[in-house]
């Protein structure tokens, strides 16, 4: 069988990218000579003609082409791991690859996960926000390292993974006061035939939230729906409806969109779950969410964190 001389490659891929055996030559600083003589070795050995000549014109042949797909690659991550090797910075630096549910207050996410990046040894973070049922999919093979999620694990994915309760918060009404002036019945009956801006089907709390107007006999007007959580607290900050959020982060809400807290739905409560393939996480990191949603976030959970295993 024949071995791939990585060195004739090379010189093919320079001169495929240089369009002539001259020019390659140059900025490769050997004679032509030399450049045509590892050619014709490599096409020796490969048994395969990779150029047309037509007079001193150098144009590639099928075969030629398609090795120079993967010449590219190849020469590409080269490029990369010497890039790498001589950044002394990214040495001694750790991935960390985080999985969001796009169901998770974006909030809410960053105070979770921004004390990673002040550990002790250097983080690189890479987020990915996405539907919960693909970012397990990932975890499950180690392309990430912990999901943050509104919920545990689905029992039906045959994933084997571990749920770690963050943290649980009751529901908060907000509304904008121009809104409220419009509605003065009181909490929770200015919410009958009000409009509302309801989270997605996809989120946790939208169908217990549902379930707790309909015990309450309240008809509020559904304007619309939102998977995205900013884009509905913006549509809420302009008085398109009331809406709800984690009582735990009521305060961060009304400072940064000029609302009112106007009455608390104790009945339906928002969890927060990080999502593991560890029994118990030992992942810096992940201690590091855990604190924060302690001590920044919801305080100690009342309920022992529970771990569900799935395999």
């Known amino acids: 069988?024949?071995?791939?001389?990585?060195?004739?490659?090379?010189?093919?891929?320079?001169?495929?990218?240089?369009?002539?055996?001259?020019?390659?030559?140059?900025?490769?600083?050997?004679?032509?000579?030399?450049?045509?003589?590892?050619?014709a070795a490599l096409e020796a050995s490969l048994g395969a003609r990779l150029f047309d000549r037509a007079g001193r014109r150098l144009t590639l042949s099928a075969t030629g082409r398609r090795i120079l797909e993967h010449a590219d690659t190849i020469f590409s991550l080269g490029d990369e791991i010497l890039a790498?090797?001589?950044?002394?910075?990214?040495?001694?630096?750790?991935?960390?690859?985080?999985?969001?549910?796009?169901?998770?207050?974006?909030a809410v996410a960053y105070r979770l996960v921004s004390p990673t990046l002040r550990l002790e040894t250097p983080i690189k973070l890479t987020c990915r926000e996405?539907?919960?049922?693909?970012?397990?999919?990932?975890?499950?093979?180690?392309?990430?390292?912990?999901?943050?999620?509104?919920?545990?694990?689905?029992?039906?994915?045959?994933?084997?993974?571990?749920?770690?309760?963050?943290?649980?918060?009751?529901l908060t009404v907000m509304g904008s006061a121009a809104l409220r002036a419009r509605h003065p019945a009181p909490f929770p009956d200015f919410l009958d035939q009000a409009p509302f801006l309801m989270p997605g089907e996809d989120t946790a709390i939208h169908g217990p939230l549902i379930e707790w107007f309909e015990a309450r006999g309240l008809r509020p007007q559904i304007v619309a729906e939102f998977d995205d959580g900013a884009l509905l607290k913006?549509?809420?900050?302009?008085?398109?409806?009331?809406?709800?959020?984690?009582?735990?982060?009521?305060?961060?809400?009304?400072?940064?969109?000029?609302?009112?807290?106007?009455?608390?739905?104790?009945e339906v409560v928002e969890q927060l779950y990080a999502i593991t393939t560890e029994g118990k996480p030992t992942l810096p990191a992940v201690l590091a969410i855990q604190q924060a949603a302690r001590d920044e976030i919801f305080g100690a959970p009342r309920a022992r964190p529970k771990a569900r295993r799935r395999s």
Not at 90 to 105: C, E, F, H, Y
Request: aromatic share 8%; with cysteine; net charge positive.
């Open 1 to 39: 069988m024949a071995s791939l001389n990585y060195k004739h490659l090379r010189y093919f891929w320079a001169v495929a990218k240089a369009g002539s055996i001259a020019r390659a030559a140059e900025s490769l600083h050997v004679t032509p000579h030399a450049i045509s003589g590892q050619l």
């Open 234 to 266: 913006a549509f809420g900050q302009a008085s398109t409806g009331f809406f709800v959020t984690p009582s735990a982060t009521c305060d961060y809400v009304c400072r940064q969109y000029g609302v009112d807290a106007l009455g608390k739905i104790d």
């Open 130 to 170: 996405g539907r919960l049922d693909l970012l397990l999919a990932d975890l499950a093979i180690h392309r990430l390292d912990v999901v943050i999620a509104d919920r545990p694990m689905p029992p039906r994915l045959s994933v084997r993974g571990f749920n770690h309760l963050l943290g649980e918060s009751s």
């Open 84 to 106: 790498l090797a001589s950044d002394t910075a990214t040495r001694d630096t750790q991935p960390l690859r985080i999985g969001i549910a796009d169901s998770v207050p974006k």
